[in-house]
């Protein structure tokens, strides 16, 4: 399959990407920095809109996989107004309409598949995080509106929504909260990039799932 990655220059996306492209897949990055196991790199921000090369890349794309996204750790009476749009903006806004763009582009051919990343943020209160657990409860709401919009046409809208994985990000934390957290993760342990790019490959390869939001945390959201 063609499939477009958004923001898989690092993190769970970088690892997705080699994945997919060692199952034989031609992977698009889109992101601000390159991926180096993408056939072609989209040298974007997002936040900023949607470019022509985007749009004609969805056009010739199987699958697109929407990772990109910004979180910070700040309790929402501190959080600058300024970082509360940009998160809007590039969280949920720049995803709706690139679903719009696949929409649009997929429509008369009947066939698509759309997976988006999410966090059990959407579904867990957690300190620090209210502008970024909005924005990821919007994009479960836009997958399942979507999915019945677009299922007539044989496009699949899912969400993969991934609890703590480690990620450089996460690695960040100090030593005090991951103890933490690991100790109300039933499987004791964080989640691997792998746990979260074999759940969207799955995703990728079913004809028959849509508007779901799988989450995979290792039953954390319990």
Known sequence: MEIIITGASSGIGLYLAEQLTNSGHTITNISRRECKFANKNILCDLSSGISEDIINSI???DAVVLGSAQGQDQLLTLEPDQNIEKMITLNLTSNILLVKQCAKAWLHRHNGKIVIISSI?????LNGLSVYS?????LEALTRS???ELGHYNITVNCVSPGFIDTPMTEKMPDSKRIQIK???PLNRFGTCKDVADTIEFVLNSNWITGQTIIVDGGFSI
């Open 59 to 61: 056009k010739e794309a």
């Open 121 to 125: 943020a959407a579904k867990t209160g």
């Open 134 to 138: 909005a924005t990821k409860a919007g």
């Open 146 to 148: 979507t999915a019945r």
């Open 183 to 185: 100790r109300r993760i």
